[in-house]
C-alpha cells in the first residue's frame, strides 16, 4: 500500500464532512474520452464554439430540428457515452458514500456513470446527457419519458410553458440556479474534498476546492497527470482512477 494512499486514507478518517469533484478522467476507463491532456478530444480537434447556449436562445427551433435530423447519426462521443458502463472508479466512490465516508459528489460528467454505480447524493453540475430540462423553471424529465410530444418543437414545459432543451449544460449557459445552489452548499459544509479526473480549468465547478481550501480544509487529488489543482492539493495520488481509488477503499476498509 503506498505512504500517499494510507496519508490519503488517514485523512478521509479523520475529516467531518467529505465531498468529492469528478471529471472526465474517472470515466476514461469506461471508454469515454477526456477532453484536454493526452487523448482528449479538444486536444485533437480543437475547443468547440463558446456561444452555443446563444445559438440555441437565438432560434431554439433550429437546434431541435438539428437534434431530430441528427436522429441516430451520434457522434463518437455520444456513441461512448451510450455504450459506457461504471469502472471500478465509480463504484469506489458509491462504496465510499455506503461507507458513510463521502457525503456528496459533484460530478461534471453528463454520462450518468455515477448514478448507475449507485452514488445516491450526486449533483450533476452539467447536466446528465439522459435528461431533458425546463429552461425557465428547471424541471427534468427523462428523455425516454418526457411527458410531452416533440411533435411541435421546440417542445414547451407543460408546467410552465418554458422552452424545454436537453439537461447538458452548453457552453455560454448559466449553470441551473438549483444544481449550483447544492454544490455551493455542500462545498460550504465540507473540510475535505476528493478531486478525481479533473483538469480544474472550468468555472464554477473548479472554484469549489478552492473554497474548500480557502477555509482550511484538505484537498486530496486522483488523477494520471498534474493539473491546475495540482499545487495546492495536500496529497496527489498519481494514476488511474480505476486503479487508485479501490485502493483507496481497501485501505479504509482495512482500518475501519
Ligand atoms: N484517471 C484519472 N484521471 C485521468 C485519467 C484516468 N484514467 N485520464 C485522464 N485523467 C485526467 C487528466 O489528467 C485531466 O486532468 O482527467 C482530466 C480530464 O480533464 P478534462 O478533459 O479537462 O475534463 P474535465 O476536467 O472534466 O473538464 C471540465 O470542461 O469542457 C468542459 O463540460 C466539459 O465537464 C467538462 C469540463
Not at 63 to 79: D, L, Q, Y
Not at 187 to 211: I, K, W
Not at 219 to 230: A, K
Amino acid at each position: 500500500m503506498s505512504k500517499n494512499i494510507e496519508r490519503a486514507a488517514q485523512i478521509l478518517l479523520k475529516s467531518k464532512y467529505v465531498i468529492c469533484l469528478t471529471g472526465a478522467g474517472i470515466s476514461v476507463e469506461s471508454g469515454i474520452r477526456p477532453f484536454r491532456g493526452p487523448g482528449g478530444l479538444w486536444t485533437e480537434l480543437g475547443e468547440p464554439p463558446m456561444d452555443g447556449y446563444q445559438r440555441f436562445v437565438r432560434d431554439p427551433k433550429a437546434h431541435w430540428e438539428e437534434i431530430m435530423k441528427r436522429g441516430s447519426r451520434t457522434s463518437e462521443f455520444a456513441r461512448a457515452i451510450g455504450e459506457a458502463k461504471p469502472n471500478p472508479a465509480h463504484t469506489a466512490l458509491a462504496e465510499l458514500e455506503q461507507m458513510g465516508l463521502l457525503k456528496y459528489l459533484i460530478t461534471q460528467n453528463i454520462d450518468n456513470l455515477h448514478i448507475a454505480a449507485g452514488s445516491k447524493n450526486v449533483a450533476e453540475i452539467h447536466g446528465n446527457t439522459q435528461k431533458l430540462r425546463c429552461v425557465e423553471c428547471n424541471t427534468r424529465w427523462s428523455r425516454d419519458s418526457a411527458p410531452f410530444s416533440l411533435e411541435v418543437l421546440p417542445p414547451r414545459c407543460p408546467e410552465c410553458n418554458g422552452i424545454v432543451k436537453t439537461d447538458t449544460v452548453m457552453f455560454g449557459e448559466p449553470i441551473p440556479p438549483d444544481v449550483l445552489r447544492v454544490c455551493q452548499r455542500e462545498s460550504l459544509r465540507a473540510d475535505c474534498m476528493l478531486s478525481v479526473g479533473t483538469s480544474a480549468f472550468v468555472y464554477p465547478a473548479a472554484g469549489f476546492p478552492l473554497e474548500v481550501k480557502r477555509r482550511g480544509g484538505v484537498l486530496v487529488e486522483v488523477n494520471l497527470y498534474e493539473s491546475e489543482l495540482s499545487p495546492i492539493c495536500d496529497v496527489v495520488l498519481t494514476g488511474k482512477a480505476g486503479e487508485v481509488l479501490p485502493q483507496l477503499v481497501s485501505a479504509l476498509r482495512s482500518v475501519k
